[in-house]
């Protein structure tokens, strides 16, 4: 099993910044890709940034150029950096990890709420 617990979420200004923050516990060790998803109202879970073990990263392009996905396989964290942030980025995010070996499976964080006014 593997606990994933986000922080830093929160109201910010269009234009503005916020980063994002996920603690993993647990079985880490087992631990390969992590990701960023988020959720608005009515609308369907989407991924917004993938990290491999070993470092690769992928964003679609709706925040290429303005997030950034970064993790500290030492200290089991997951962060993202979100930049220039608009309106439609407001959602839920979630911090996720797929893990391999025994007991292979996805877990999710609870969540954190992202608020960009206009």
């Known amino acids: 099993q593997v606990q994933l617990v986000e922080s830093g979420g929160g109201l910010v200004q269009s234009g503005g910044s916020l980063r994002l923050s996920c603690t993993a516990s647990?079985?880490?060790?087992?631990?390969?890709?992590m990701a960023w998803y988020r959720q608005a109202p009515g609308k369907e879970r989407e991924v917004v940034a993938q990290?491999?073990?070993?470092?690769?990263?992928l964003y679609p392009a709706s925040v290429k150029g303005r997030f950034t996905i970064s993790r500290d396989n030492a200290k089991n964290t997951l962060s993202l950096q979100m930049n220039s942030l608009k309106p439609d980025d407001t959602a839920v995010y979630y911090c996720?990890?797929?893990?391999?070996?025994?007991?292979?499976?996805?877990?999710w964080g609870q969540g954190t709420q992202v608020t960009v006014s206009s």
């Open positions: 996720f990890a797929q893990t391999s070996g025994v007991g292979k499976g996805d877990y």
């Open positions: 647990g079985r880490t060790y087992s631990i390969n890709a």
């Open positions: 990290i491999g073990s070993g470092g690769a990263t």
